[in-house]
């Protein structure tokens, strides 16, 4: 089992800028990705980045490119998302994911653990 806390959100104002936490315990010691996801009112939860925890390859969506950075601490294993620039179309809540599996990490279903989310909201 896996626990996964996330931690940083908040509202700021177009163009600011905030820091998510991901703090995973439990069984972590074999963990392939985490990933980071989001869901605005209304709307599907949506991948936003993810992290392969071994290397460190990385992969994010087109509309965070160049805004966002992934990153993790493997000592503290917790997982990071840096948001820069941020739009109102930004504001949804977050949440983190893991999974031990090879996955694609952009397909949220195949995560098999979750954060409780966390909400960012993007003043215009």
């Known amino acids: 089992q896996v626990e996964l806390v996330e931690s940083g959100g908040g509202l700021v104002q177009a163009g600011g800028s905030l820091r998510l936490s991901c703090a995973a315990s439990g069984r972590t010691f074999s963990t392939y990705a985490m990933g980071w996801f989001r869901q605005a009112p209304g709307k599907e939860r949506e991948f936003v980045a993810a992290i392969i925890w071994s290397g460190g390859y990385t992969y994010y969506a087109d509309s965070v490119k160049g805004r966002f950075t992934i990153s ?44 409780q989310g966390t909400q960012v909201t993007v003043s215009s």
């Open 72 to 115: 993790r601490d493997n000592a503290k294993n917790t997982v990071y998302l840096q948001m820069n620039s941020l739009e109102p179309e930004d504001t949804a809540v977050y949440y983190c994911a893991a999974d031990r599996r090879y996955l694609r990490v952009e397909r949220s279903y195949e995560y098999t653990y979750w954060g």
